[in-house]
T-cell receptor, first 110, second 116 residues
Framework: GDSVTQMEGPVTLSEEAFLTINCTYT??????LFWYVQYPGEGLQLLLK?????DKGSNKGFEATYRKETTSFHLEKGSVQVSDSAVYFC?????????FGKGNQVVVIP | GAGVSQSPSNKVTEKGKDVELRCDPI?????LYWYRQSLGQGLEFLIY????????KSGLPSDRFSAERTGGSVSTLTIQRTQQEDSAVYLC??????????????FGSGTQLSVL
């Protein structure tokens, strides 16, 4: 079935560092792809999305490009802030649901 | 309220007891989802309601789990004869369809269930 795979383990980095979180997907066709974020003590919320191949989603300095050749939707930010500390989930729109990856905890140290 | 509301926020129960978790979606959202979030396991799909259509129950892990949605609004997730492995955060989301294959989910803060 449709699924997404995120890189293993938490990510710890210093303020102003470059962030990449890898996400690859398995699906029939070309589903819409999403990144959701869960800040400490808050519910999940949509960060960005891309609905077709080669689309780039962007929000709050984060970007992700829908790459059908590599079935990927990696999340990037050029200069992270302490306020970006959160759990990030990659997701795809499958049949009757969003299928989520396991999430990556990101900790940004001042 | 303006967001998805879940209650209770925390529930501690004894093994073998039944529990009911409640979700109030955003008014006007026709789709409603239940997910389960376990440590290190990401979000596990449980069930999906869309309007008056038959719900997609394919994610329910066992027949101890059931859910209903009354009047197309409030939903209740029921877990019978709870087991310790049911301990998790249960998340509800309602959604706004933005176009074919394009959807934005609004999540509640979840119910933390602990089965002792």
């Amino acid at each position: 079935g449709d699924s997404v795979t995120q890189m293993e383990g938490p990510v710890t980095l210093s303020e102003e560092a470059f962030l990449t979180i890898n996400c690859t997907y398995t699906a029939t066709g070309y589903p819409s792809l999403f990144w959701y974020v869960q800040y400490p003590g808050e519910g999940l919320q949509l960060l960005l999305k891309a609905t077709k191949a080669d689309d780039k989603g962007s929000n709050k300095g984060f970007e992700a490009t829908y790459r059908k050749e590599t079935t990927s939707f990696h999340l990037e930010k050029g200069s992270v802030q302490v306020s970006d500390s959160a759990v990030y989930f990659c997701a795809l729109r499958g049949n009757n649901r969003l299928a989520f990856g396991k999430g990556n905890q990101v900790v940004v140290i001042p | 309220g303006a967001g998805v509301s879940q209650s209770p926020s925390n529930k501690v129960t004894e093994k073998g007891k039944d529990v009911e978790l409640r979700c109030d979606p955003i008014s006007g959202h026709t789709a409603l989802y239940w997910y389960r979030q376990s440590l290190g396991q990401g979000l596990e799909f449980l069930i999906y309601f869309q309007g008056n259509s038959a719900p997609d129950k394919s994610g329910l892990p066992s027949d101890r789990f059931s859910a209903e949605r009354t009047g197309g609004s409030v939903s209740t997730l029921t877990i019978q004869r709870t087991q310790q492995e049911d301990s998790a955060v249960y998340l509800c989301a309602s959604s706004l369809l933005l176009g074919p294959g394009d959807e934005k989910l609004f999540f509640g803060s979840g119910t933390q269930l602990s089965v002792l």
